[in-house]
């Protein structure tokens, strides 16, 4: 069966990257351009990864990350922040919420798929 990916990102080539590669790599791939998307995608088709941004027009990623966390239906998915821009205090914040890391951007598109397959347990 394939992994289900969901990716939330309001840049649309950033989000239609991130897409091919996963499905190059034999994913299953939704996608959202904002949180409240997003949230209502991974409560709908509970993914086995969500790959988001940590900047989205609507709310930031984490803060959408917390509100998935309280959901028992999606509290145990693993979240990959992908951003540019994480300074310290970012990162604290990334790594204060359970079963989540981070990619850099610009991604690697070599190393990408491998990379989200790793969150998956």
Same mark, same amino acid.
């Given at each position: ?8 990102? =309001? ?41 988001? =941004? ?68």
């Amino acid at each position: 069966m394939k992994k289900k990916a969901l990716i939330v990102d =309001d840049n649309k080539s950033n989000l239609m990257l991130e897409k091919d590669l996963l499905e190059v790599a034999g994913f299953e791939v939704f996608t959202a351009e904002n949180a409240d998307g997003g949230i209502a995608i991974a409560r709908k088709e509970k993914p086995d990864v969500i790959i988001m =941004d940590v900047r989205l027009p609507d709310m930031r990623g984490p803060e959408a990350a917390r509100i998935l966390r309280q959901d028992k239906e999606t509290s145990n998915i693993p979240i990959i922040f992908v951003t540019a821009s994480v300074m310290a205090e970012g990162r604290e914040e990334i790594n204060a919420i359970t079963n989540s890391g981070f990619i850099g951007k610009p991604i690697n598109t070599r190393t990408f798929a491998k990379e989200v397959s790793q969150f998956i347990k």
